[in-house]
């Protein structure tokens, strides 16, 4: 088979990764997040809806939970090696 832009490794990687490995080392990271960030999200409105919360907007409570959610996201996809 005749290496071409298409179905090379980009410059740097090394040459026993193949194009398929490549590209799913290339998805697993979004995919990771994207997990976490569902994961830490459905909690925080188990949390939230749970409580006995009566407030007249619950955006009150859903804004400050989503930052905290992204921001323990990025902090925990750091951690596990992001």
């Known amino acids: 088979m005749v290496a071409t832009s298409w179905n090379?490794?980009?410059a740097g990687l090394a040459s026993?990764?193949?194009p398929l490995a490549f590209r799913l080392k290339k998805?697993?990271?979004p995919l990771r997040r994207a997990l976490i960030y569902g994961?830490?999200?459905y909690g925080g409105l188990?949390?939230?809806n749970n409580s006995d919360l009566d407030l007249?907007?619950?955006?009150?409570a859903y804004l400050p939970m989503?930052?905290?959610v992204y921001v323990l996201t990025q902090w925990v996809?750091?951690?596990?090696g992001g």
């Open 27 to 29: 998805i697993t990271g």
């Open 56 to 60: 007249p907007n619950m955006w009150i």
């Open 39 to 41: 994961a830490v999200s």
């Open 16 to 18: 026993g990764i193949t």
């Open 66 to 68: 989503f930052v905290g």
């Open 8 to 10: 090379r490794p980009p």
């Open 46 to 48: 188990v949390l939230i």
């Open 77 to 80: 996809d750091r951690k596990s």
